[in-house]
């Protein structure tokens, strides 16, 4: 039963995700964590995971709830098999319905790229996809990421601010700057 839920849920996720991965970020949260197939500070190690490894987010995401969600949510689908399995359906379930629709987005498209709608559609969207990125940003402020205390909090806050200087001023290497973060994040925690 539980791997109906999650082509249920991935299928939503996968149809309804427009902007990449971190605009489906509060839709995979609601859809994940709302129905407690995983623990909310399980998401928060999934996100980070999934941030670092190469490929969409979206899709690492989903991979990874997959393998884990059906053990947390029984005992009895614990394990190497059933978790391929999980992971497997997921990321098919979430890749197929965006694959589908950008086909025939795309042929749509091309026939009518000129069109004042579809002009008006694409503009209107923009501030849809900034407003579910900024739903995710706000998602992953709690306290799994920045502590529970005032001083955990400045010390994240502090490491973030670094870290954005340190790529978008300095133009140092994103993966040196991760490497850095984490570093000071064991020292600091």
Not at 90 to 118: E, G, W
Not at 157 to 182: N, Y
Request: hydrophobic share 55%; aromatic share 12%.
């Amino acid at each position: 039963m539980i791997y109906l839920k999650l082509i249920w849920a991935y299928f939503k996720i996968g149809l309804f995700g427009f902007g990449g991965g971190y605009a489906m970020l509060a839709l995979i949260e609601r859809a994940i964590v709302g129905p407690g197939w995983i623990t909310s500070q399980m998401f928060t190690d999934i996100v980070a995971i999934s941030q670092m490894t190469p490929g969409p987010i979206g899709i690492n995401s989903a991979t990874y709830i997959g393998y884990v969600a059906p053990g947390v949510s029984d005992p009895a689908f614990a394990g190497p098999l059933w978790g391929l399995l999980g992971s497997l359906t997921c990321t098919l379930v979430v890749v197929v319905p965006s694959f589908i629709l950008t086909l025939y987005a795309s042929h749509f498209i091309q026939r009518h790229k000129d069109s004042a709608i579809v002009k008006g559609v694409f503009a209107g969207l923009r501030p849809v996809v900034v407003g579910l990125i900024a739903s995710a940003a706000l998602l992953l402020m709690n306290s799994a990421n920045f502590g529970s205390t005032s001083a955990d909090v400045i010390k994240s806050v502090a490491i973030c601010v670094a870290a954005f200087v340190m790529v978008f001023f300095i133009k140092w290497h994103p993966i040196l700057v991760i490497c850095l973060a984490g570093i000071a994040g064991y020292i600091m925690f």
